[in-house]
């Protein structure tokens, strides 16, 4: 028997010792964020009561924090990629979003979540969240004006370019210079609250209510200290982020995320919902894979720069997303990466501008001097990347021709993408097994009745660190979301 005092995330409370329920109705959603928001929206509209309970003393989560893209297309494209000239395929939409997934990519989820991303942009529009339309060319992390929108992804480099048809798909919210994702929560988490659903904030969820059968009750929360039981007569949606902020389950299932000092959060991904997943025999997926990133565009120019390890080797096309690029640099030995650039390219990245230069030399075996490099190795290296670069070729990573120009222009530059010089920004990308409605699966496959998720605390689209792009989880948590919420409500 375990008692109200002693349940846990990790320790579910039977039904059977409530000795009464403090809050009773229909749906319960835990968290705020987005995933969450979008799921009371649904829920509501379906005729079901909600209740929401956030731990925090705001509604936002990480999505506030974020830069307010969606990744969306498909079926000849949003009526945003259409202005803009972009005919987007549903079968490209999917060919992309398979590969983004990596190994494990959920083939009926990406299929899913592409048959509906049109419906989806203009859902979102009916909430609000507002669209300026235009299209910003080139490559950046986020528009600094208040464009729509730009390539977010791996779209138009090696390999994906050549597996699908390349189309920008980041559609980000209006709002000048970066971080609108506080626009697109401040419009979806009033919209919640403005069609019925019921928050609590400064609400902690402790663990789930289980019946004789394992089937999700209810919660017990923690509101102003006070321990309080809540009954979800149709389930619980668990909507609590992931665990990049759990040190302890950082050490047991991603060790490479456990030193980095600054996770993309709002501060609560501590795991808690995840952990209630697996207590009432959730699977836990993909739980080793993060996204990482040290950005080193803008400015674009650098993009034409070539990266190098400590055996002066290239291992990477610059022109992909920069999550891909910094995963590919966590993996080099010791995690020593430069970016080799010349006087006509030389630039320091906008989100670092601080960035330390490593080496500088007239010539290049200055710079490989002054890195410690063996003797001939980065000079063979840049040598047999510029004499391909001045043909419009890159036979070993296949950087398109718009990013290839020879480093001939001295002075050369070697900038430090070492651990110590340049901080690395992670997510979690694992979570719970979900169905494509938002319940919460066994390692069998079975659904345990009464229990969903969606957003980090689930395992969604992105879950694969090398196949990231910048719109994915607001696209996929605000999407599954709303499968969460519609299917609960109809339970």
């Known amino acids: 028997m375990t008692t109200l005092a002693e349940c846990s995330p990790s320790r579910p409370l039977r039904a059977a010792d409530v000795a009464h329920w403090d809050i009773e109705t229909d749906v319960v959603v835990l968290g705020f964020g987005i995933a969450g928001a979008c799921a009371a929206i649904e829920a509501r509209a379906a005729g079901a009561a909600v209740e929401i309970f956030e731990v925090a003393a705001a509604a936002g989560g990480s999505a506030a924090l974020s830069g307010g893209e969606f990744y969306l297309g498909g079926h000849g494209g949003t009526p945003v990629q259409q202005a803009a000239g972009f005919a987007d395929r549903t079968e490209d939409f999917v060919k992309y979003l398979t590969m983004a997934g990596g190994p494990g990519a959920d083939e009926e989820r990406v299929r899913v979540y592409a048959e509906h ?31 729509t929108l730009l390539w977010s992804g791996n779209e138009a480099a090696w390999p994906f370019a050549d597996a699908a048809k390349p189309a920008p798909r980041g559609h980000a919210a209006q709002m000048r210079g970066w971080g609108a994702g506080r626009v697109i929560m401040e ?33 017990v929360v923690r509101i102003d200290g006070e321990l309080r039981t809540v009954r979800a007569a149709k389930g619980v949606i668990v909507c609590t982020g992931g665990f990049i902020c759990n040190r302890a389950m950082l050490e047991l299932y991603t060790p490479l995320a456990k030193t980095c000092e600054h996770p993309v ?31 080193f565009f803008p400015p674009e120019s650098l993009v034409k720069g070539i990266f190098v390890n400590a055996c002066a080797q290239r291992f990477v096309n610059e022109d992909a997303y ?45 710079v490989e001097t002054e890195l410690g490099l063996p003797a001939g190795e980065l000079v063979h290296t840049v040598e047999a990347y510029n004499r391909h670069a001045a043909q419009g070729e890159d036979p070993l990573w296949h950087k398109k021709p718009a990013f290839l120009k ?48 969606a957003g980090r605390a689930a395992c969604g689209l992105p879950r694969w660190g090398e196949g990231y792009s910048s719109g994915m989880s607001l696209g996929d948590s605000s999407f599954f979301g709303r499968q969460a919420g519609r299917h609960a409500a109809g339970h």
């Not at 001295?410 to 992670?426: E, G, K, Q, T």
């Not at 919460?440 to 969903?452: D, F, P, S």
């Open 117 to 147: 991303a049109i419906e989806h942009y203009h859902w979102l529009v009916g909430q609000g969240v507002p669209f300026k339309g235009t299209y910003l060319p080139g490559k950046w992390l986020e528009p600094l004006g208040d464009d």
């Open 187 to 219: 419009k979806l988490s009033a919209r919640a609250l403005e069609v019925g659903a019921r928050a609590h904030l400064n609400s902690r969820a402790l663990a789930l209510v289980v019946d004789e059968r394992r089937r999700v009750q209810g919660v």
């Open 265 to 295: 959060t709002a501060g609560n991904d501590d795991g808690s919902g995840i952990r209630m997943g697996i207590s009432v025999g959730g699977a836990a997926i993909h739980m080793d894979q993060v996204f990482a990133t040290r950005p």
């Open 322 to 366: 920069h999550g891909r690029v910094t995963q590919f640099m966590l993996r080099q030995p010791g995690e020593r990466v430069w970016l080799l650039v010349d006087n006509e390219i030389f630039g320091r990245p906008m989100v670092f501008p601080k960035i330390v230069i490593a080496a500088t030399g007239e010539t290049w075996a200055e």
């Open 406 to 453: 020879p480093l001939a222009t001295p002075p050369f530059a070697a900038l430090s993408y070492c651990p110590a010089d340049f901080p690395v920004n992670m997510f979690t990308l694992g979570g719970l097994a979900t169905g494509t409605s938002g319940e919460v699966l066994t390692v069998e496959g079975t659904a345990i009745e009464g229990l969903y998720a």
